[in-house]
């Protein structure tokens, strides 16, 4: 371990010793962040910030996390800089008794944190690693109420939307003006999602809870030409920011909110046909039509370990008598489904409807637009086949449909309205 590498733990471990009560006033930094270093040979051109900072929940209540750069790097916590790396170094941060411990990779403590930890890159434009994982921006660990610790990364909204954009919709190729839908509607999704997990320290999370946010490497040229040609523009409704959800294939029908989502129905989130032209918007979807079947013994296998898991009721019985919708919704998706065994009933709603009818691959059924076909005998179910159309809630933007539309030369702006009836679009003060 260099002496450039780090700025030996006695440094700030002797006055963090006394401060079991009140904190000391901040130290001036111990050592300088160090000065910028060039780009390296094919590294990205430096990103224009703009719009408001950010914080993602890259990972969730972890025991540990691998973090480093290939740049020089500081570590900063609550009383200033505690140490900084040389390019490549990485170090292990981990959650050892309620406080937050810094790690060589050789096992040798470097750091004991005065609250959340923050790493930033000497070099712009910032990169750090997570796990193995590049990322923009500064990255910080803290200790998450619920255990475990939680690594944020803080950065701009355009600079995330760019890790955004190309894992919600894809590459974008020949449906350009889609992708700047999805831009968006991932931007006013953010803004309608600022402070959503105070108590965790981020706005969002980066995975499928709120939107895919992915590395550096998951970017895309055609993703970030639609995101610049979108900046700062939501979508408002009162003036506020919409509920912007958006899933793959509506299947030719929107779902209303309130058919997706335990939340009161709003005017632009309507169940609708997902026609243009006299077309199927999404008809193009391997998912625009499906079909899952199972035998009643591997269903009941299924259901026994999924609805103790969503309803929090243990499973009795041994034989699956029924299974059945009871209620739909306008657009048809199944609102409430029934299952009963020899010992108990059960009921599921909405989206936990999904998560309890896996399929056989084990995924989530691909969505609640389904009419179920029941085989009994003896009174005990022996063979269900779901048939159904398209994959996610089908609330708000169908991705599919805006991708064909773009084809049909439709802008994005006609996308969204017709997907978002009665919004208008502003810039993102």
């Not at 026994?304 to 929090?312: D, E, I, M, Q």
């Not at 019985?317 to 739909?328: Q, Y």
């Not at 809630?393 to 997907?419: E, N, P, T």
Request: include cysteine; aromatic fraction near 6%; charged fraction near 25%.
């Amino acid at each position: 371990m260099s002496g450039r590498r780090i700025l030996l733990a006695a440094l700030f471990l002797a006055p963090l010793l006394g401060c079991a009560g009140k904190k000391p006033p901040l130290p001036e930094p111990a050592v300088e962040v160090p000065e910028a270093e060039p780009s390296r040979p094919g590294a990205p051109e430096p990103e224009r910030a703009a719009g408001p900072m950010v914080g993602i929940g890259l990972r969730v209540h972890v025991a540990e996390a691998r973090i480093g750069s290939p740049h020089a790097f500081s570590v900063s916590d609550d009383r200033g800089v505690m140490l900084r790396g040389d390019a490549d170094a990485t170090f292990v941060v981990r959650l050892e008794e309620g406080q937050v411990l810094l790690y060589t990779e050789a096992g040798e403590l470097s750091g004991l944190a005065s609250g959340p930890l923050r790493f930033e890159a000497a070099a712009q434009p910032a990169e750090l690693l997570v796990d193995g994982a590049r990322y923009p921006g500064a990255i910080e660990v803290r200790p998450s109420p619920k255990g475990g610790l939680n690594i944020v990364n803080r950065l701009d909204v355009e600079t995330y939307l760019r890790g955004v954009v190309p894992l919600e919709i894809g590459h974008a190729g020949d449906y350009l003006e889609a992708a700047k839908a999805q831009a968006v509607a991932a931007r006013t999704y953010t803004a309608g999602h600022m402070g959503q997990y105070p108590e965790e320290g981020f706005d969002l999370e980066a995975g499928v809870q709120d939107q895919v946010y992915g590395p550096l490497d998951r970017r895309h040229p055609d993703a970030d030409r639609a995101v610049e040609e979108t900046r700062g523009l939501i979508l408002l409704h009162d003036g506020k920011p919409i509920r912007a959800n958006y899933s793959s294939t509506c299947g030719g029908v929107t779902a209303a909110l309130e058919e997706g989502f335990h939340a009161e129905g709003v005017p632009y989130l309507r169940s609708r046909a997902d026609e243009v032209d006299g077309k199927v918007a999404c008809r193009t979807s391997k998912y625009y039509r499906w079909e899952e079947s199972w035998s009643g013994e591997d269903l009941q296998r299924i259901l026994g370990r999924t609805v103790p898991a969503v309803t929090g009721k243990a499973w009795a019985g041994k034989s699956l008598k029924e299974i059945k919708v009871v209620e739909r919704g306008k657009s048809g998706r199944a609102l409430r489904l029934r299952i009963a065994t020899e010992k108990a009933a059960y009921e599921v709603s909405k989206g936990a409807i999904r998560r309890v009818l896996l399929t056989p691959s084990g995924g989530p059924l691909w969505s609640t637009a389904f009419e179920l076909k029941v085989k009994t005998s003896g009174g005990n179910v022996k063979r269900v086949t779901a048939k159904g159309q398209g994959w996610g809630h089908g609330v708000g933007m169908c991705q599919w449909g805006a991708m064909q539309l773009s084809r049909d030369g439709h802008g994005f702006r006609d996308i969204l309205k017709h997907y978002y009836p009665g919004t208008e679009l502003r810039t993102w003060d």
